[in-house]
C-alpha cells in the first residue's frame, strides 16, 4: 500500500515538472504561432524576440535549432522554420518571444479532412 502511495506521488510529481516545462516554453509564442506549430508540417514565417542584441553567436545558438534566419535587426529576428524546431526555439533561455506575423486561418474539422 505504502509503495503505491509512493508510486503516485512521484507520477505525479513527474507529469507536474514536465508540463510545467512545456508549458513556459509555449508560452513565449503568441496565440498564432502556437496553432501554426501544432497544426503544420510546413515551413512556418515567424518573428522572434531575444533578450540581447543578435550578436553572430547568438546567431549560429539561433541556428543551430535548425531555423533559417532572414533578417536581424538588434534583439528582433525574421525566421522560417518546422514546428519542431520552433519547438526546440522556444525551449532557448535567450528567447524572449516568437509571433506569426499573419493571423492564422482556423479550420473546420471537415476542412481539416480534405
Known amino acids: 500500500m505504502i509503495t503505491m502511495i509512493k508510486m503516485i506521488i512521484l507520477s505525479l ?3 507536474t515538472g514536465c508540463h510545467r516545462h512545456t ?6 509564442m503568441n496565440a498564432e504561432l502556437r496553432h501554426q506549430v501544432c497544426e503544420q508540417t ?7 524576440e531575444c533578450r ?15 531555423i533559417t534566419i532572414k533578417n536581424v535587426k538588434g534583439s528582433i529576428f525574421t ?6 524546431q520552433i519547438r526546440k ?19 473546420s474539422k471537415k476542412e481539416k479532412m480534405r
Open 79 to 84: 525566421a522560417k522554420g518546422t514546428s519542431g
Open 13 to 15: 510529481l513527474l507529469l
Open 23 to 28: 508549458h513556459s516554453s509555449q508560452l513565449k
Open 42 to 48: 510546413d515551413s512556418i514565417h515567424f518573428s522572434g
Open 52 to 66: 540581447s542584441d543578435i550578436t553572430s553567436q547568438i546567431r549560429l545558438q539561433l541556428e543551430k535549432t535548425g
Open 89 to 107: 526555439l522556444s525551449k532557448l533561455d535567450i528567447i524572449v518571444r516568437l509571433e506569426s506575423p499573419t493571423p492564422y486561418q482556423y479550420k
